[in-house]
């Protein structure tokens, strides 16, 4: 790398940078704007320095090896058009022959509806789909630091994590919504609906295939692919004896999961109670103070939720297989659901008893 080039490149940008805080600094001074928005447009300056630090250097480094990189910075930085993110996208992008350019981009790009506003942490893999879907790429591979596995390696071991090999986008939206991200939702749906698939790649494993995500595969055989959860969540039980026949007493409940922005993970009903998980936070739990004071019981307690998920898991046996295996291990299911589709048994078990229910899952139904 072009050690002074480096240097320059990046003082510029952090200068820049400065600059525009600064303004941003007297603007909100001033008392006439809102400050969340200032603050949101800050934290967007900031994320993108590091973004271009890190292009930037990579091409550096790819040019003086003798291959032809373009840094792409979507930045903007140097331009003041009021782009949104497509745009720009498809500004920067357009014309590059990429048979002849290997072009690396920041994961962060400007546009006028604030990308760390729409999508929070998950904005690189949402500029990587919209990219993929811009240039009609084939496949869009991300690279991550295990092959999407069987289970976690951590917890049952490198040797019983089996990668995945082939799985489907619905599986991929099962494990977004207990927070085990493949890609991050919203920049999975457009390569889902563009058609094109996404292949996750172990970075230390180069020479293996890694694990295709595609829209209509189904495993040939009956198996579960993925067994995972989260020791981080709250089982809430809303029971009241005058519910039975009520038409809309669950939507009662729900309109105070809207009102303080909670979303559920799990819901389960029986003729006089309501369970529904939801993410350990401090969200929840001022939800859950204010569900006591308007409905007749509430219980909310820490609890654990283990999930097996295939393609190909609806038929006889694999609801018995699982809760055979937890049964064995002496872990009772405090709460279960499993929708129609049958991708996804999702079993709420005892926080203390998490590892042992996935190791216990993986053994018994992906191998």
Not at 29 to 45: F, M, W
Not at 252 to 267: A, D, E, N, Q
Request: charged share 20%; glycine share 6%; net charge negative.
């Amino acid at each position: 790398m072009d050690l002074k080039e480096a240097r320059d490149f990046i003082r510029f940008r952090v200068d820049q940078s400065k600059t525009v805080l600064y303004s941003l600094g007297k603007v909100l001074a001033s008392g006439y704007v809102n400050s969340t928005d200032i603050h949101l447009a800050a934290r967007e300056i900031l994320a993108s320095i590091g973004e271009a630090h890190s292009g930037w250097n990579s091409v550096n480094i790819l040019n003086n090896n003798g291959i032809n990189a373009r840094f792409i910075d979507l930045c903007g930085y140097n331009d003041n058009e009021p782009l949104t993110i497509d745009e720009r996208i498809h500004k920067e992008f357009s014309g590059i022959d990429f048979s002849k350019v290997l072009c690396v981009a920041t994961g962060y790009t400007k546009g006028t509806e604030g990308i760390m506003r729409a999508f929070d942490r998950g904005y690189s893999e949402v500029t990587f789909s919209k990219i993929a879907v811009e240039v009609k790429a084939d496949e869009a591979v991300i690279h991550k630091e295990y092959h999407l596995s069987s289970a976690d390696p951590k917890i049952v071991g490198v040797e019983k994590s089996i990668p995945v090999g082939h799985t489907n986008y619905i599986i991929a939206d099962q494990l977004a919504d207990i927070g085990m991200e493949a890609i991050h939702p919203k920049a999975a749906k457009p390569l889902e609906l563009a058609g094109i698939n996404i292949r996750i790649k172990n970075t230390f494993e180069p020479n293996h295939p890694g694990t295709l995500i595609s829209r209509d595969y189904i495993s040939p055989e009956a198996r579960v692919e993925i067994v995972s959860g989260s020791r981080k969540v709250i089982a809430i039980e809303v029971h009241d004896p005058m519910m039975v026949g009520e038409v809309g007493f669950d939507g009662r409940i729900m309109s105070y999961f809207v009102k303080h922005g909670v979303s559920y993970i799990l819901k389960s009903t029986n003729a006089n109670s309501i369970t529904m998980v939801v993410w350990d936070n401090p969200k929840s739990w001022a939800l859950i103070d204010v569900l006591k004071e308007v409905f007749y019981q509430v219980n909310a307690k820490p609890m654990a939720l283990v999930c097996a998920m295939g393609s190909n898991i609806a038929m006889p046996g694999f609801l018995y297989r699982a809760t055979k295996a937890l049964y064995e291990k002496g872990i009772n299911v405090e709460s279960f659901a499993q929708s129609l589709m049958q991708v996804n048994m999702q079993f709420v078990i005892q926080r203390d008893q998490y590892e042992e229910a996935v190791t216990a899952l993986n053994e018994a139904l992906c191998h």
